[in-house]
């Protein structure tokens, strides 16, 4: 049963990803079919951040009230709604409107899986999961680039992947038996934590109000750190084409190959980190990678007249990308209690969008004031500001223990 669910879990990390790149990839002939100005996939992007936040910061009441399974079925499946909605969508406001349930959807299996693979699971499978989250996330734009050049509607492809949702859903409906199951305890949780006994006797002690978590020493300082992991992602993510190209001279299709290599980077990143994450432990694994990424970005910076350097600092940046976000989740039971993951997961997740909503316009504003030579030192003002964070979280939570 363990392994079984645990199969089911990397699929649910798969269905996480897919409708991720769908909105980007299909972008350049959306917005003339649906007879808006291109910068308006932020509105889109926009509503779907707003409900992710929304549903993470209450996924804690919901996964209490509901149960992990549950909510992951129904939020799959609402995201297989939003996706179907958006493949008949004919106008910007239906695309608007279907947004919201896709969001909401996006938000809450986030945190929930997340908080169910931290407590049970060891730190190789978070790695091994979000790994498959790419695969999903690079799965996505094929599809879409599939059915366009085959000559049919950008609907099509958004069909495609809300039915495979569908499938996915059903699946998930019948593990429903399964979630219980599973061996708790490879989470280390600290000492002294008596809710966490309280519930381990099988009290409900309630969920953890949003202004108690915050209040907890160290959850600020791990916020900041995310917030500045997913800034530096998404930026890259959207910025580093133009940079190689307009500071660099690399030729467009150049750029862009490399550019996906950040991401294939982070994908594989994640699934070599697995094979030594339990003996490295989440502390390390987010250092050297908060390090790494830096390492990355001055490769990147370097005046040198080659831009071979330049292209290696992306991969290697990608690569240091990688054990981060699983670090900070798998970490947060061992650092604050079983009694308060779970909300503090949520609130992660809301600062992982914000940042990753928030920083690419941002640049956006740097770069039309000052350049895109600018790029590199964002990226290390963001690992400065990470790694500073996450240091200090772990100076907390030495001292305390």
């Not at 094979?275 to 790494?292: E, S």
């Not at 000052?370 to 200090?392: C, D, I, K, N, Q």
Request: charged share 10%.
């Amino acid at each position: 049963m363990y392994s079984l669910l645990l199969a089911i879990i990397y699929l649910a990390f798969v269905s996480l990803g897919l409708p991720d790149a769908l909105v980007g990839a299909g972008w350049p002939v959306m917005y003339q079919d649906l007879g808006v100005p291109v910068a308006f996939a932020g509105i889109v992007t926009m509503i779907i951040a707003s409900g992710t936040i929304i549903s993470s910061l209450g996924s804690e009441r919901i996964t209490r009230r509901y149960g992990v399974g549950a909510v992951t079925a129904a939020s799959v499946g609402l995201t297989a709604a939003a996706l179907v909605g958006f493949s008949f969508s004919g106008s910007f406001w239906m695309l608007c409107l279907w947004a919201v349930p896709y969001g909401l959807g996006a938000g809450a299996v986030d945190a929930a899986l997340n908080n169910y693979v931290a407590l049970h699971y060891a730190a190789r499978h978070m790695n091994w999961l979000h790994s498959f989250w790419g695969v999903g996330a690079s799965i996505s734009p094929f599809i879409m680039g599939y059915v366009l050049g085959a000559g049919q509607g950008w609907g099509n492809a958004f069909w495609v992947v809300g039915i495979v949702q569908a499938a996915f859903t059903v699946v998930l409906i019948a593990s429903l038996p399964l979630w219980g199951r599973a061996t708790p305890g490879t989470a280390t949780l600290p000492a002294g934590e008596p809710d966490d006994a309280q519930e381990r006797r099988g009290e409900d002690v309630g969920p953890v109000p949003l202004v108690q978590a915050l209040r907890i020493p160290g959850v600020v300082s791990i916020l900041v750190a995310f917030f500045a992991y997913c800034a530096l992602e998404s930026t890259s993510i959207l910025w580093a084409s133009t940079y190689l190209v307009e500071d660099r001279g690399i030729t467009p299709a150049t750029a862009a190959a490399f550019a996906s290599l950040f991401l294939l980077g982070i994908t594989g990143g994640r699934f070599l980190a697995g094979f030594f994450a339990d003996r490295v432990g989440d502390k390390r694994l987010l250092r050297g990678g908060f390090i790494t990424v830096g390492l990355g970005a001055v490769m990147l910076a370097l005046p040198v007249e080659t831009p071979l350097l330049a292209l290696v600092g992306l991969v290697v940046a990608g690569l240091g990308c990688a054990p981060i976000y699983p670090a900070i989740i798998h970490s947060t039971p061992a650092n604050f209690g079983h009694r308060n993951s779970q909300a503090i997961i949520g609130i992660q997740m809301a600062a992982a969008y914000t940042g990753s909503t928030l920083a690419p316009p941002l640049f956006g504003v740097l770069v039309t004031w000052a350049g895109s030579w600018t790029f590199p030192l964002f990226l290390l003002a963001l690992v400065a500001l990470g790694l500073l964070m996450s240091e200090r979280l772990n100076h907390l939570v030495t001292r305390r223990v």
